[in-house]
């Protein structure tokens, strides 16, 4: 059997008539840049996630970057952020003019260990990113008051974690703004680059609309100097087609993650995915630790099962910022996963039957 990581294909195949519809409209129109599609999404995504303004721009990296810089966060500042995650969480951070400030993970849910942040806020320190990786979203009564305590904003990069809740309340509506990706393999995924802000903050939307139209809310009335993120009138009018069906799509992953739970129960090689409670986990990713992880993969994907690593090399650790003079030990326990983290096949689409052959032939290489 061959188990594909992601299949977008069938995805597309299950809602072809909406699909093809919105794109033979955006074709129909010519409406290429902005517009009516794009204020579409923005308004429906507003309205279904419950906050006041959805910006829309270009891509998930972009959306953090102007969110930092509409902070007024640049030279001489620090931000704080996890040191398990995909680059976008600080490279921005860089490029606004500001320094990085790397806290290890937890243990168990592989999310910034929120124990740890006390120690590294500084008198330089204006902002925490906080990542709600694979959908598990953080402890944020916590990092709420801590961020309060402190006076610093609180940014959420949701990226991977659209729609889930902490408490009842959603992933991004806790902080000063927050940031989305709308990349294709995201629960809610373009057909191509896309991503958005949100916030309900009056002041801040305008200027975060502002920024990502170079800098003008009124064409050729350029107040500042900007720069150039927009989502593109194709992909906006692709989400609003998908959107009606993201509920479901999520509550799909939820289930199959209880099924590889299931399957998975009593290998005492790997550990499942602890969720968090009082927590809805929308399982963008659903990653195990396993010993042995690189020898389990490659015998997985000679039976036909894709797997990849998100991500196999802590941020601190990357030659990218070698610059700051970390060593591997001060962030133990990202420093461990990234050997031994897998993330095993996840969507919507995924059947029983694949999730068995799966938990089967994770069972057969253990034994």
Excluded at 107 to 118: I, K, M, R, T, V
Excluded at 160 to 181: D, L, M, N, R, V
């Amino acid at each position: 059997m061959r188990v594909p990581f992601v299949d977008l294909s069938v995805q597309y195949n299950s809602i072809k008539t909406d699909i093809d519809k919105a794109i033979a409209s955006v074709i129909q129109d010519a409406s290429f840049i902005g517009g009516k599609y794009v204020k579409n999404f923005e308004l429906a995504f507003a309205d279904m996630y419950g906050v006041k303004h959805v910006i829309s721009c270009g891509n998930g990296t972009d959306s953090l970057y102007i969110i930092l810089k509409m902070l007024g966060i640049g030279s001489g500042d620090e931000v704080i952020t996890v040191a398990n995650s995909w680059i976008s969480s600080s490279e921005t951070i860089t490029q606004a003019g500001s320094k990085p400030v790397f806290v290890d993970i937890h243990q168990d849910y592989f999310s910034l260990d929120e124990s740890q942040l006390a120690s590294k806020v500084t008198s330089r320190t204006k902002a925490l990113i906080v990542v709600h990786l694979q959908g598990q979203m953080c402890d944020m009564d916590f990092i709420q008051s801590f961020c309060n305590q402190h006076n610093i904003y609180l940014i959420e990069d949701c990226a991977q974690s659209h729609f889930s809740e902490y408490k009842g309340k959603k992933a991004g509506t806790f902080g000063i703004a927050s940031s989305f990706s709308f990349y294709p393999g995201k629960n809610l995924g373009a057909y191509g680059d896309a991503g958005c802000m949100i916030t309900n903050n009056d002041l801040l939307a305008e200027k975060l609309t502002m920024f990502a139209r170079h800098g003008a809310l009124v064409k050729h009335q350029h107040l500042i100097e900007g720069v150039n993120s927009r989502m593109d009138s194709m992909q906006a009018a692709i989400l609003s087609a998908k959107l009606p069906y993201i509920h479901d799509w999520t509550n799909r992953r939820i289930e199959n993650a209880k099924c590889y739970d299931q399957q998975l129960a009593g290998i005492d090689t790997i550990q499942t995915p602890k969720v968090r409670s009082h927590t809805k986990h929308s399982f963008h990713l659903y990653v195990i630790k396993a010993e042995r992880r690189d020898q389990l993969a490659a015998y997985l994907k000679k039976e036909g099962i894709e797997t990849a690593i998100h991500y196999p090399t802590a941020l601190p650790n990357l030659k990218a910022y070698h610059y700051l003079g970390h060593l591997s030990q001060d962030f133990p326990v990202a420093t461990s996963l990234q050997d031994k983290i897998l993330s095993l096949p996840m969507y919507p689409e995924l059947s029983g039957e694949m999730i068995t052959y799966v938990g089967n032939t994770i069972k057969k290489f253990y034994q």
